[in-house]
């Protein structure tokens, strides 16, 4: 059953900004990564997931509900981390805490100096005014407030934005440690190190449309695999290239021009043939590597200014 469900969303603000057609799900004891920059369309879903907007066309459902018109149905038992902070002026953290331990209709303070240990969230920080909070502790307080009431479903902005990298790693594993318990998380993000350590299945957006949704694991164990090749010398090098012709699965990916060293991928069954080309020539680097989730989100980015080339090649 599918506790969080995106079905053919749009909305369209005009000049190609929106979410156009957007479908995803997310099973139960599931943390789905939705991927994409800034701009892509994350946020806008999320906030139509989570109630904040009425779509032109389509559902966003939580346990069944649609959350437009089921908000306060739903709230007790969803967490939810917004991209940008913005806390309500004139209160402390504490009074923050409160009012929503009060909204929410939970005060579960045993968790709650759990969270408060755990993000390092102390005393002097929960007394200053919201206003005067640095963006570190605005984002801890965030994420302490989405998990304090131990809700069944956390549904996460770009949850680590603003935190140093000791809290970005102890939120990873703190996540582990709620997909252990059985959590539903969609985790929405521009960090692949985030999303590849925690999710089980991906969505990658881009204009606001979902171009490609695919399980972590099959990435991560995919046949086709990645070759760094370095020959002896330039008549080698070209003699390979025309021999490998014949290989169907075969892709000349990059050659480096100042040296006889190219990058190439192939599928494992056609792994025999190629080692028979090499036999012959002279190879000085043989090494593969399997694709990374950048390498991967980059294929749908390549022609974009702000991303640069196709694949980052280490």
Not at 18 to 34: A, H, W
Not at 47 to 55: D, Q, T, V
Not at 106 to 121: A, C, G, P, S, V
Request: with cysteine; aromatic share 10%.
């Amino acid at each position: 059953m599918s506790i969080i469900e995106v079905k053919n969303l749009t909305k369209d603000y005009g000049s190609g900004r929106g979410v156009f057609d957007v479908s995803i799900d997310v099973e139960k004891g599931e943390v789905f990564g939705f991927l994409g920059p800034n701009g892509a369309g994350k946020s806008t879903t999320i906030r139509h997931l989570m109630g904040f907007s009425k779509p032109d066309s389509g559902s966003t459902k939580i346990f069944g509900y649609e959350t437009f018109n089921k908000y306060y149905e739903i709230l007790s038992k969803v967490g939810y981390i917004p991209g940008e902070i913005a806390l309500p002026a004139g209160i402390t953290g504490k009074e923050f805490i409160k009012m929503m331990q009060d909204l929410q209709g939970i005060h579960n303070n045993e968790r709650l100096k759990m969270l408060l240990d755990l993000f390092e969230l102390d005393e002097i920080a929960l007394n200053g005014e919201t206003k005067r909070m640095s963006l570190g502790v605005k984002r801890k307080l965030a994420v302490v407030v989405a998990f304090m009431s131990d809700p069944d479903v956390l549904i996460l902005d770009e949850p680590t934005s603003g935190l140093d990298p000791v809290m970005q790693e102890r939120f990873i594993e703190f996540i582990h440690q709620e997909k252990e318990r059985g959590k539903t998380i969609l985790l929405s993000s521009h960090i692949f190190s985030e999303i590849d350590s925690t999710c089980d299945r991906i969505a990658i957006i881009k204009d606001g449309k979902i171009v490609s949704t695919f399980i972590a694991n099959e990435l991560k164990h995919a046949s086709l695999k990645y070759y760094e090749i370095l020959f002896g010398n330039e008549i080698d090098k070209e003699k390979f290239k025309n021999e490998v012709k014949s290989i169907k699965s075969f892709h000349l990916l990059k050659e480096d021009k100042n040296s006889n060293e190219i990058y190439i991928s192939l599928e494992d069954s056609d792994l025999n043939k190629l080692i028979n080309v090499m036999s012959n020539l002279e190879i000085v680097k043989f090494s593969n590597r399997r694709e990374s989730l950048e390498e991967y989100f980059m294929k749908f980015y390549k022609e974009e200014k702000d991303f640069g080339g196709a694949l980052k090649w280490k």
